[in-house]
């Protein structure tokens, strides 16, 4: 999902150019990531349309499930692979034991914060590796809206976290240097994010750069104090006196 989409059958691979052009592969990713749920036509015809619908929106969806259902035909994958109609929604059903990597990267990142929390720093890395492959790549590049937007937010957290176990272990096995490199990746992707910051200190400490903690402890108040009014908090501030002392 995460990517380009492809369907993997073991011997086969389907790409998502099989999957009736651009609004296809939105259509078939909604349907495989709320599997667990029927989706309704209004809110995949707003995904795909917006405001703007389309007056014969209802036609042109059937459309796009009758070719997605054709690709999975095609595909060989009939299995308990089916597109389910009634009540106005759609629902997937795929075969038992099927993986998909958005729900492997959460997962991954749950068994991550496990991990650490009970001093595994070796699983933890493990396991964030794991939801750090998926959660660095692009959802649905090209689409917007709510449903896309509210995916690649949750895939962003996803890939917060993960970085947040990362660095954590890897200051807990010594390795500073790139517990650092993670700790810096989550303040790109989120710099108001202060559990990033703070682990940028927690891993210069590490390397025994207090000078550099404190900097970074600079950086961070000023940056909230200017663009939202805000001293950091009690958190940082902890780590901070820790430096000092």
Wanted: one cysteine or more.
């Amino acid at each position: 999902m995460a990517g380009r989409i492809c369907l993997d059958l073991g011997d086969r691979v389907i790409d998502e150019g099989a999957l009736a052009g651009s609004q296809g592969r939105l259509v078939f990713a909604m349907l495989v990531a709320e599997r667990r749920w029927a989706v309704s036509k209004d809110e995949i015809a707003e995904e795909l349309w917006g405001e703007q619908l389309p007056s014969a929106w209802e036609n042109a969806l059937r459309a796009l499930i009758s070719k997605i259902r054709a690709v999975l035909a095609r595909a060989g994958c009939t299995d308990g692979a089916v597109v389910a109609q009634g009540l106005g929604c759609y629902q997937m059903s795929l075969p038992a034991g099927t993986w998909v990597d958005l729900e492997a990267a959460a997962d991954a990142v749950h068994r991550a914060e496990a991990a650490l929390r009970a001093h595994d720093a070796t699983a933890a890395q493990g396991h964030a590796a794991v939801a750090l492959a998926v959660s660095r790549r692009p959802l649905l590049a090209g689409h917007e809206g709510r449903w896309v937007t509210r995916r690649r937010e949750m895939l962003q957290s996803v890939r917060l976290r993960a970085l947040d176990c990362n660095a954590a272990a890897l200051i807990a096995s010594g390795d500073a240097v790139r517990a650092l490199v993670c700790a810096q990746e989550a303040v790109h992707v989120a710099p108001f994010r202060e559990r990033g910051h703070r682990l940028i200190m927690r891993a210069h400490l590490a390397a025994g750069d207090r000078a550099e903690a404190l900097r970074s402890y600079e950086r961070l108040r000023l940056l909230l104090a200017e663009e939202l009014g805000i001293p950091p908090a009690r958190e940082s501030e902890c780590i901070y006196q820790q430096a000092l002392s």
